[in-house]
C-alpha cells in the first residue's frame, strides 16, 4: 500500500468529496484523522473505513478557529509523530448570482470564510510539515482560466483565490521538502444530491467531458491518494486534472 503508517488530516472528512479522500487514503495504508463539525457525519465514514479494515479517528474542529485548529494539529502531532497529508474540503457558501447583482455583504463573508479556512489549516500543518521537512498539503476544486460562464458570482473567484494560495504555498513551502497540489476537477456529479432539479446539471458534467463520464468519488479518492504519496513525489506547485477533459488544454 502507498500509503502506509502516513497520518492524513482531512478537514471536512464528512461530506462527499472530504469522505472520498479519507476513503481513499485509508485504502492505501493512511492513519485518517476525519475532522468537521458534526460528529455524525464524521462517525458514518469512520465507520465505513474501520469496516474495511482502515484507519479512523474523528474530532469535531470548526475550521474557522485558529485555535482549534492548531490545538489538534499539535494534538495530532504529539500522538502519531508527524503529519504529513493535509487537505481541506470544508463547505464552501456559493453564490450563483451575476456579479452586477450580488451582495457586496454576502460575496465579502463567502469569500473571507473561505480563505480564512484554507488558511488557517494549511498554516497549521505547514508548521509541523516544515519542521520534520516533509508533507502534502492537498486542494480540491483548481481552477481553469479558459472558463467562461457567467453567473457564477463567487464560485470561480473562489477557486481562483485558493489557487493563489495554493501557488504561493507551494513556493514557500518547497525548499522545506513539503509539496502542494491541487486536484482540478469540473465537477463530481455525486456532490449533486441524486433530484429532479439537479438531474440536468448532473448530466452536463458527464456530456462536458471528452470522455462521456465525469470523475467519480472512487477517481477522487484514488488519485488524491496517488499524489500524497512517494509515487507522486515529483509534482508541487501545479494541478492535477482530473476533470476527465472537460477543462484544460
Known amino acids: 500500500m502507498i500509503l502506509t503508517d502516513k497520518n492524513a488530516v482531512i478537514?471536512?472528512?464528512?461530506?462527499?468529496?472530504?469522505?472520498?479522500m479519507a476513503e481513499g487514503f485509508a485504502a492505501e495504508g493512511a492513519n485518517c484523522f476525519l475532522v468537521g463539525r458534526t460528529a455524525a457525519t464524521l462517525d458514518a465514514v469512520a465507520e465505513r473505513i474501520r469496516a474495511r479494515g482502515g484507519r479512523a479517528e474523528t474530532a469535531v474542529v470548526d475550521a474557522l478557529d485558529?485555535?482549534?485548529?492548531?490545538?489538534?494539529?499539535?494534538?495530532?502531532v504529539e500522538r502519531a509523530g508527524s503529519l504529513d497529508i493535509s487537505v481541506n474540503v470544508t463547505a464552501r457558501t456559493s453564490i450563483f448570482t451575476p456579479l452586477v447583482d450580488v451582495s457586496v455583504a454576502d460575496f465579502a463573508a463567502a469569500m473571507a470564510e473561505l480563505v480564512t479556512s484554507q488558511l488557517l489549516t494549511t498554516k497549521a500543518a505547514a508548521r509541523h510539515?516544515?519542521?520534520?521537512k516533509s508533507g502534502v498539503i492537498l486542494f480540491f476544486g483548481g481552477s481553469d482560466p479558459?472558463?467562461?460562464?457567467p453567473g457564477l458570482g463567487?464560485?470561480?473567484?473562489?477557486?481562483?483565490?485558493?489557487?493563489?494560495?495554493?501557488?504561493?504555498?507551494?513556493?514557500?513551502?518547497?525548499?522545506?521538502?513539503?509539496?502542494?497540489?491541487?486536484?482540478?476537477?469540473?465537477?463530481?456529479p455525486e456532490s449533486f444530491p441524486d433530484?429532479?432539479?439537479?438531474a440536468s446539471v448532473r448530466a452536463g458534467m458527464h456530456a462536458?467531458?471528452?470522455?462521456?463520464?465525469a470523475a467519480t468519488r472512487s477517481d477522487v479518492g484514488h488519485v488524491a491518494a496517488f499524489v500524497a504519496s512517494d509515487l507522486g513525489r515529483t509534482?508541487?506547485?501545479?494541478?492535477?486534472?482530473?476533470?476527465?477533459?472537460?477543462?484544460?488544454d
Open 11 to 20: 478537514y471536512g472528512a464528512g461530506g462527499t468529496i472530504g469522505s472520498a
Open 66 to 76: 485558529a485555535t482549534a485548529v492548531a490545538d489538534h494539529a499539535d494534538a495530532l
Open 129 to 132: 510539515m516544515i519542521a520534520q
Open 146 to 149: 479558459t472558463t467562461r460562464i
Open 154 to 188: 463567487n464560485v470561480q473567484v473562489g477557486c481562483d483565490a485558493v489557487e493563489g494560495l495554493r501557488r504561493q504555498w507551494a513556493c514557500e513551502l518547497g525548499p522545506h521538502g513539503v509539496r502542494v497540489v491541487s486536484l482540478l476537477t469540473g465537477g463530481i
Open 195 to 198: 433530484t429532479p432539479e439537479t
Open 208 to 213: 462536458a467531458t471528452l470522455l462521456g463520464r
Open 235 to 248: 509534482l508541487t506547485a501545479t494541478q492535477v486534472n482530473i476533470s476527465c477533459g472537460a477543462l484544460g
